[in-house]
């Protein structure tokens, strides 16, 4: 078993051992990404092997489909919107490293997750723009994975590394919107 290196991170006035930011992220695996990838590929074969769950009569499809495709871009401008915020703020857009730094300014303030709330609305998106509800459905399903898998064990490690100025930041923005 090969030793971890630490280094001291001042909190709320004590010492805490921290592993170095590389080591320490909240997770091993980046889940939300291939949680997204699983999503989008199944909802598609579902769609194509079974059924596509229409979700409207197809004399809606040119209204389903624009609106997918707003959904569509705003789930990317919100990801990358989200993205330039963290490479601004100096610290890291991968969910598996250590926050060098809380942002709680452009899109997190006004939901601590809008990554995962993008790829949410990407995989929406597409559900209306194919007439597919597989992906609507396969999202929500998505999106309580990433909850689980990645958000709550992101939440205790942005805790431990930034105490009262994180908890002040969870009070005023709620996790996804």
């Known amino acids: 078993m090969s030793r971890r290196k630490t280094r001291p991170l001042q909190t709320e006035g004590r010492q805490e051992d ?5 080591e320490s992220g909240p ?10 990838l699983i ?12 059924t596509p769950l229409s979700l409207l009569p197809p004399s809606y499809a040119p ?17 990358t919107l989200a993205m330039i ?3 601004r703020g100096k610290t890291t857009v991968s969910p ?16 601590r997750n809008p990554i995962y709330l993008g790829n949410t609305l990407i995989l929406i998106g ?3 723009a194919l007439n597919n509800f597989w992906f609507p459905l396969l999202a929500v399903i998505a999106a ?15 805790a431990a590394r930034f105490g009262k100025g994180w908890r002040q930041y969870s009070k005023r923005v709620s996790r996804w919107f």
Request: net charge positive; aromatic share 12%; hydrophobic share 50%.
């Open 18 to 22: 921290v592993i170095e930011a590389k």
């Open 27 to 36: 997770t091993r695996f980046p889940w939300p990404p291939v949680i997204a």
């Open 39 to 50: 999503a989008g590929v199944s909802a598609y074969l579902l769609g194509l092997l079974f």
């Open 63 to 79: 209204v389903l489909k624009a609106f997918g495709w707003l959904l569509i871009g705003g789930g990317i401008a919100l990801d």
């Open 85 to 87: 915020t963290l490479r």
């Open 96 to 111: 598996i490293h250590s926050s060098a730094r809380l942002v709680t300014n452009g899109p997190y303030a006004i939901s």
């Open 126 to 128: 597409l559900g209306f």
């Open 144 to 158: 309580y994975a990433v909850t689980k898998l990645q958000i709550v064990p992101e939440e205790k490690h942005l």
